[in-house]
């Protein structure tokens, strides 16, 4: 059907067009098609071009939104006085929402909500929190600005500060369930080993005096602080991970908490999750006997590095010990050694990386290099500058360990101490209570803290954990619970996409959303994807904006 625009000549000569709305129809005895006419709108000087208008509108319902534009755009009018209004940005918020779909995370959210009864959009309120963890993080006032101006956040306009504060206090009301039903999806989702989860804690301060803080307290108090802040009240955090480095459940304890306490409660929540052993690994600052004492008799087995320079003689009998290194991947080779008898028995597990071996010989030749030209200038120096210059060399944490001072006073390297150095290049002992972990998994357990730490990382700058900006206790564990979601997110796309969240989320945030009016109505369109951006997508299985997210006619 269309329509169609015939002429018809008069006796004086003239040509008049008349428009008609017209369809083919076949002939079977012409054998080709003839147009036949359903309705003819007159001559086309004389036309009512309103009764056009609203029909090519009605038709338009029917079609995709850039089809329906690209009638609009067509029209005399609309081009007439077509106006970019705002832009706004589209695409990290639009990759987050479209993963959070994937895992089903809205769907779990609706079905814990769906009792309440809420005026709220508590979901779509939940998830701005999330994103605005992992694009900009503010306070919770700073986003009412950040919802309505700054990004597009699809079914969600505005979002104002108590509906925020209401939406975290209910989020925390379904934390137990929520957790749980968010691990079943991210785990059957992505197929997740569940065998073995990995364990480790961090903390997070309040810039605030510790006299500040008001009576009956019992979550900020004052700590060992990973921060190096024990001037200042923190909380201490947990964070569970997959071997993939997915975290599938983070704890709050008040800032006193020692690490080796709350194992007891680690395995307790985790029960009916239907996981493996949880393994606690720490690094080499908590490998004391009484430590790793506690830990045990909460039931917990873990995986700890230990210091190589201790002088521990369990340590130096391990490292001595001859045999071959196995290969288990690339620049990965492990050597198991059972070091004791009885309850004096220890496992370790020795680890030597070729490639990081190979950067620090690198950076040792560098420093020495340096330091030769230091020994060298000392030569130039009168007497007093000469003595103060000793020192500093002599005190200096890099170069110190490599010098030795003759009678007379005069600085040498030490060749002993560079070749002690190289003994250990590449190599990190690693010790475990768990003798049912093959050494392979033991090694690779450990290099998970360094996932761990990064997560932490992520929490703390990426994702602005501190500085939190909520006094209330059940304010504070909703933000952590809030930062988690968050944390998830970014993990997968890290791991999916094989970029930094950084990264990634740098290039996202350059696909904006126009938004353009003319009389006839208002048009969303966002700008044309990048290569990289459409290979992100890609990566992560999601479907980009379309060009044209909405149009708004006037009536």
């Known amino acids: 059907m269309y329509i169609r625009r015939v002429t018809r000549k008069n006796k004086d000569g003239t040509t008049v067009a008349y428009l008609q709305l017209a369809h083919n129809e076949w002939d079977p005895k012409a054998k080709y098609a003839k147009a036949k006419v359903i309705y003819s709108f007159g001559r086309e000087d004389e036309v009512d071009r309103a009764v056009l208008e609203r029909l090519a509108k009605s038709i338009s319902r029917f079609l995709s ?3 329906a534009w690209e009638v609009e755009r067509l029209t005399e009018e609309a081009s007439d006085d077509f106006q970019f209004q705002s832009c706004k ?35 779509r309120l939940i998830f701005a929190m999330v994103a605005n963890r992992a694009l900009h993080p503010s ?10 101006k700054d990004v597009y956040i699809p079914h969600l306009p505005q979002a104002a500060s108590h509906q925020l504060y209401r939406a975290m206090d ?32 961090t903390s997070s301060y309040f810039e605030v005096d510790p006299s500040e803080t008001p009576e009956g307290e019992s979550l900020r108090k004052q700590g060992f602080s990973k921060d190096k802040r024990p ?56 490998s004391s006997e009484e430590n790793l004492r ?18 521990k003689a369990a340590v130096e009998e391990a490292l ?3 045999g071959r290194y196995q290969q288990v991947r690339e620049n990965l080779h492990i050597k198991e050694i059972i070091v004791g008898d009885g309850e004096a028995r220890q496992r370790y597990v020795l680890v030597y990386n070729p490639s990081e071996a190979e950067r620090q010989r690198k950076e040792r030749e560098t420093l020495l290099e340096s330091l030769k030209e230091e020994l060298e200038g000392l030569r130039q120096l009168p007497n007093e500058t000469h003595h103060k210059a000793t020192c500093r060399l002599r005190s200096h944490p890099s170069y110190g360990k490599y010098l030795r001072q003759l009678k007379d006073g005069t600085l040498r390297i030490d060749k002993q101490a560079v070749r002690d150095a190289e003994k250990y290049d590449g190599k990190y002992l690693i010790r475990t209570s768990d003798d049912t972990l093959s050494a392979e998994d033991v090694a690779t357990g450990y290099k998970q803290l360094v996932d761990i730490e990064q997560a932490f990382r992520t929490l703390k700058s990426t994702l602005e954990l501190r500085p939190m900006y909520h006094r209330l206790e059940d304010r504070i564990r909703a933000h952590v619970l809030l930062s988690w979601l968050a944390l998830l997110l970014v993990r997968i796309v890290e791991i999916r996409t094989h970029e930094s969240w950084p990264k990634v989320r740098d290039e996202c945030e ?46």
Request: aromatic share 8%; no cysteine.
């Open 65 to 67: 939104p850039e089809q």
């Open 89 to 123: 940005h589209l695409g990290g918020v639009w990759l987050l929402d479209q993963l959070w779909r994937q895992l089903g995370l809205g769907e779990i959210l609706h079905s814990l909500f769906a009792s309440r009864h809420h005026q709220i959009p508590l979901e």
């Open 139 to 148: 306070s919770k006032l700073a986003m009412e600005e950040w919802v309505e």
């Open 170 to 201: 209910e989020l925390l009301a379904v934390q137990p369930e929520l957790e749980r039903q968010v691990f079943h999806a991210v785990a059957d989702l992505l197929n997740l080993e569940v065998d073995l989860i990995y364990f480790d804690t």
């Open 231 to 286: 001037d200042l009240v923190q909380i201490v955090i947990g964070l569970a991970v997959t071997r993939e480095g997915v975290p599938i459940r983070a704890w709050v304890w008040p800032g006193n908490t020692m690490d080796m306490t709350v194992i007891k409660q680690v395995k307790q929540d985790l029960i009916g999750w239907k996981l493996g052993r949880v393994i606690s690994v720490m690094d080499r600052g908590f």
């Open 294 to 311: 506690i830990l045990q008799q909460a039931g917990g087995h873990y995986i700890v590095g230990e210091k190589m320079r201790s002088g």
């Open 320 to 322: 001595s010990r001859r």
């Open 510 to 555: 350059r696909l904006m959303l126009g938004h353009f009016s003319s009389k006839n109505g208002d048009l969303y369109q966002r700008t044309e994807l990048t290569a990289k951006q459409a290979q992100l997508f890609t990566a992560l299985g999601l479907e980009p904006p379309p060009k044209i997210l909405g149009i708004h006619p006037r009536a």
